[in-house]
């Protein structure tokens, strides 16, 4: 395959990725009154774990990793990501936890010219650089969004690049075995603390955490995708694009009309994924 189609599908595959979680944070956030946010995130693997069973049937090889330390790194990593993020949603909006957690791509950047080697070149540093300054203009350093809990969405944006950067290094496993091993390992790290925390659900809760779960699971599918397809430092600025739909969403379901700032960096976080994609097309190289 084509070097121009190989990006354009990790860009389709990035931006499915950016609608998927948003869908599965509102979900999680509307259990955050009843259920405790560990219990969520449980929960959660559990239904994605569910999902991935399937897999088992086209056999052991495709569930089999050729490098399972780097499955337990990026594993455990999303799993640490997906905690952070949930139990966000306590304390914090959806818009504004997931904006704090885009500090994730712009590490990704960066992580990926240290530990891959990729070229990351003044076009793809520009535009990664434009996105975090639209997500400082949601944010507003100073407010509300840098209370104390911010720290937990940051805490989960670096598990989150960190994880980014396990998939790219491990070229050698599918997508398939991938996503088995995160829900395997999420699983069973989650399941050792929800002893600890737990609150039956009802059969009302039980819906909602299955939207949260197949959302969830559909989002981290589509990003294992999109990294096998397309450099991280490419795929970078179309992650912003989620901000855009967990602000939409978030007024849609929730009532929350986007604060000027929200509709200013949403709007530079969206130009600096459009150019991306332009230089793509006129290039019809990685650049």
Sequence with gaps: ????????????????????????????????????????????????????????????????????GLQLLRGGMAALSTLAAILSFK???????????????VMVTA????????KVGIRRWSAAIAALIGVLIIVQPGGSSFRL??????????ASAVAVIGTRLNKQDTASTSIFY?????????????VFDWTTPDPAQI?????????GGLGSL??????????????????YMQLLWASGLSFLFL??????????????????AIYTAYRERVKGVVT
Aim: aromatic share 6%; no cysteine.
């Design 222 to 239: 589509m990003q294992v995708v999109a990294y096998r397809f397309a450099p991280a430092s490419l795929l970078a600025p179309f992650t």
């Design 111 to 118: 992580l990926a010219m240290i530990f891959l080697g990729e």
């Design 1 to 68: 395959m084509p070097t121009a189609d190989r990006s354009a599908l990790g860009i389709a595959a990035i931006l499915a990725s950016t609608m998927a979680f948003p869908l599965s944070d509102l979900a999680a956030q509307s259990l955050m009154t009843s259920l405790p946010p560990l219990e969520v995130a449980w929960l959660r693997y559990v239904v994605f774990l569910l999902a991935t069973l399937p897999l088992l049937a086209r056999g052991r090889r495709s569930v089999t990793a050729v490098r399972p």
């Design 255 to 272: 009532g929350n009309v986007p604060t000027v700032g929200m509709v200013v960096g949403s709007a530079i976080i969206a130009a600096s």
């Design 207 to 215: 819906k909602v955490v299955i939207a949260v779960g197949l959302f």
């Design 149 to 158: 809990a911010a720290l937990i969405p940051l805490a989960g944006a670096v």
């Design 182 to 194: 995160s829900a395997v390992i999420g699983t069973v790290m989650l399941s050792a603390l929800v």
């Design 91 to 105: 304390y914090l909006a959806v818009p504004e936890t997931t904006a704090i957690g885009f500090v994730a791509p």
